[in-house]
């Protein structure tokens, strides 16, 4: 008799109405499987779980630092001491509000040595421009000759270039007398200054990149930096909705929304992350940088739906493995082909398959493809070795049509969206009180429980089976077909 036979001398109920709790291990399946009596037989309970209604609110969780979307370095163009230094940190501004202005001197003396310039390059090209009309006159009467000519056209040139060169520098520096008076160049609040009043600093002109004086930001809006573990980055996208929550204000939640995932992954303790970046309103001024936030990004959101605890899951890979560990007569190929086929129309193919309505399914190697792709890895294989190339070459075209990479899964396709339907197995009793196997169709989860979309009903009840009852002898399957050892040959 099956250990897992329902008795009510062996499953005596525990833990109130949430079900009875098992109390297996694999040494008493071992000891169970060994009895010959029932004084010997241990006492052994599964817990039973209750479908039921639930509101399912999927997300990822990832702390992060709250950080403005854009900070403006402020520099001055013209070097000198720090004059006046009217704004503190942590002021807002309005963009053109005087920010720095620095001791004018340098750049007034340059003004008037330009100007002076200016005057004497105009009175050199008035001279050479008389110049050059008496030469020309008295070229014409042969008193001067051919190469004196040729001297006051070229002087007449040099003036008037030398004119030209000190307008421009007459004009660069009327364009410095405004470099010493620095206005905000956009509204926001002053995040860092780093000069006082009297400093000498550097301008940009110098080979030293000038001095940086302040740093803005314009804090109504402000993102949040979070590492996200790579195994939930294809659950997140941008415009996704987040809820932020920071120390300051523990009983307000912010609302954002993801504005991108950042390429470029981070390692950080063999932990490969990505950074994910959450815009947020501030409005009302209450972020700062430099904040750590709590981020939830929420995935999907599922009100008032049939569910389980996610304990009763299992699957296609995880209730094969119990079927086989614990000799249960059923097969999980057969079974989740039957299920799905309740969904496909007559002459029509299920919903997602990639097969339009009144098609003919298209057989590899005389194999149906739902059935191939629901097929085990081992019995696929068995099924490939067996194909021609051309049938080869077919069967991945199918698969790629039907937006997978090949018939293991949906590699280079689209992304599963999380509230996507997708086969799953339960455990229950049947009327004789054995373990029994049903398929049936999940939609969205979170942490505690999952949606049950078909192949249950409210009030219905399963039987949690845990996979870490079978690990040890999944374990010891593997150890028989790997080694000769005396004494772990195979059964």
Not at 291 to 319: H, P, Y
Not at 403 to 423: L, Q
Not at 479 to 489: A, D, E, Q, S, V
Request: aromatic letters at 2%.
């Amino acid at each position: 008799m099956s250990i897992f036979e329902r008795r009510r001398r062996r499953f005596p109920p525990r833990g109130g109405p949430l079900g009875r709790v098992a109390a297996f291990t694999p040494l008493g399946l071992a000891a169970a499987g060994c009895a010959t009596g029932e004084a010997n037989e241990p006492e052994q309970t599964l817990q039973t779980l209750t479908a039921g209604r639930q509101t399912i609110v999927s997300s990822v969780e990832a702390t992060g630092t709250v950080e403005p979307i854009r900070v403006i370095e402020v520099k001055s163009q013209a070097g000198g001491e720090v004059l006046e230094l009217p704004v503190e940190l942590g002021d807002n501004v309005e963009q053109g509000t005087l920010l720095v202005r620095i001791d004018p001197r340098d750049v007034n003396n340059a003004f008037s040595q330009a100007q002076a310039d200016l005057d004497v390059a105009e009175a050199q090209n008035d001279v050479a421009g008389l110049q050059l009309e008496r030469v020309e006159a008295l070229h014409e009467s042969d008193i001067v000759t051919s190469e004196e000519l040729e001297n006051a056209i070229l002087s007449a040139a040099n003036a008037r270039a030398s004119l030209v060169r000190a307008e421009t520098n007459l004009e660069l520096a009327r364009d410095k007398l405004d470099d010493v008076t620095l206005r905000a160049p956009i509204s926001g609040t002053i995040v860092e200054r780093t000069v006082e009043q009297g400093q000498v600093v550097t301008g940009t002109r110098d080979l030293t990149g000038g001095t940086v004086l302040m740093r803005m930001a314009d804090l109504t809006e402000v993102q949040v930096r979070m590492l996200v573990d790579e195994t939930d980055i294809g659950r997140l996208q941008p415009g996704l909705p987040a809820d932020i929550t920071v120390e300051a204000y523990p009983n307000r939640t912010f609302r954002g929304s993801v504005l991108k995932i950042e390429p470029q992954a981070v390692v950080e303790q063999n932990v490969t992350m990505f950074a994910v970046l959450t815009r947020i309103s501030n409005e009302e001024d209450l972020l700062r940088p430099g904040m750590n936030a709590d981020v939830e990004v929420v995935i999907g959101r599922q009100e008032n739906v049939l569910a389980v605890a996610n304990s009763g899951i299992k699957s296609q890979q995880e209730a094969a493995q119990i079927v086989r560990a614990l000799e249960i007569d059923a097969d999980v190929n057969a079974l989740l082909r039957d299920f799905q086929s309740q969904d496909r129309p007559a002459g029509g193919a299920a919903e997602g398959d990639g097969q339009a309505e009144g098609e003919e399914e298209p057989m590899i190697g005389g194999v149906p493809m739902s059935e191939l792709q629901s097929m085990s890895q081992e019995e696929r294989m068995r099924v490939i070795q067996n194909l021609s190339d051309d049938e080869r070459r077919q069967m991945m075209q199918q698969f790629r049509n039907r937006g997978g990479g090949g018939p293991g899964g949906a590699r280079g396709g689209p992304a599963r969206r999380p509230d996507e339907p997708r086969p799953a197995f339960v455990f229950r009793y049947d009327a004789s009180g054995l373990l029994d196997l049903k398929p049936v169709m999940i939609g969205l989860s979170d942490f505690d429980h999952t949606q049950v979309i078909r192949g249950l009903e409210e009030g219905e009840e399963i039987v949690a089976v845990p996979t870490s009852l079978i690990a040890q002898q999944d374990f010891l399957d593997r150890i028989r077909g790997r080694t000769g050892l005396p004494g772990i040959g195979g059964r």
